[in-house]
């Protein structure tokens, strides 16, 4: 291959993570709402009919679809579509760092602002009921923390001959943080709570 033809190929990338394009992307919402002592953060709990974690506390959210314009637009449609709410009625939608979990996914957070005159009307296949807890609680309390391990398991076949070290190669492991927030008989944990402890390092 010419250099010419290189350096154009060169000239026309746009960096992004490597290999998230087969990533799965997903955006999610903080819902906040005004109530008479101040901001409150809403959470759903999953609808028990629902495949993957059912009964878990979350924010709205899911995968991104093509229609979407962006992750914003995503994070909203998603929002409106589980709460039954009017795009008007969400408002001062800003976004947060975005996620790279190990598990080959992306996840796009944005807090915003339900409207004091909006009525929610849930989407019974999707969630089963809601709940509030002030934004000071979280100011007050910070989360516990625990960590996972991650093992290297390479599979049956892996060319150990092929690498320095062989069977003995010293890999190179990690661990994930698991983030717990606990509010009277509710237990907010996992992603949901990782993205509400950066939220709130955000605004203090």
Same mark, same amino acid.
């Given at each position: 291959?010419?250099?010419? $033809? #290189?350096?154009? $190929?060169?000239?026309?990338? #746009?960096?992004?993570?490597?290999?998230?394009?087969?990533?799965?992307?997903?955006?999610?919402?903080?819902?906040?709402?005004? $109530?008479? !002592?101040? %901001?409150?953060?809403?959470?759903?709990?999953?609808?028990?009919?629902?495949?993957?974690?059912?009964?878990?506390?979350?924010?709205?959210?899911?995968?991104? !679809? %093509?229609n979407d314009s962006d992750e914003k637009a995503a994070a909203i449609r998603e929002t409106m579509e589980e709460l039954g709410l009017s795009s008007n009625e969400i408002q001062e939608v800003y976004p947060l760092d975005y996620m790279v979990s190990p598990f080959g996914m992306i996840v796009y957070p944005f807090a915003g602002f339900i409207s004091e005159h909006a009525q929610i009307k849930l989407n019974p296949a999707e969630v089963g009921e809601v709940f509030s807890v002030p934004l000071s609680f979280f100011f007050e309390k910070e989360p516990e923390i625990y960590q996972i391990e991650l093992k290297m398991e390479p599979e049956e076949n892996f060319p150990f001959d092929l690498i320095v070290g062989g069977e003995n190669y010293n890999w190179r492991t990690r661990g994930v943080e698991e983030y717990f927030y606990l509010y009277e008989d509710k237990t907010i944990w996992g992603l949901t709570a990782r993205i509400l402890s950066h939220f709130i390092e955000l605004i203090r």
């Open positions: 291959m010419a250099q010419e $033809k #290189i350096i154009a $190929k060169l000239k026309q990338h #746009i960096p992004t993570i490597l290999g998230s394009k087969n990533f799965s992307k997903y955006a999610v919402m903080i819902p906040l709402i005004l $109530k008479e !002592d101040g %901001v409150h953060v809403l959470f759903e709990v999953r609808s028990l009919e629902l495949r993957r974690q059912p009964g878990e506390i979350c924010f709205p959210g899911g995968r991104i !679809d %093509v």
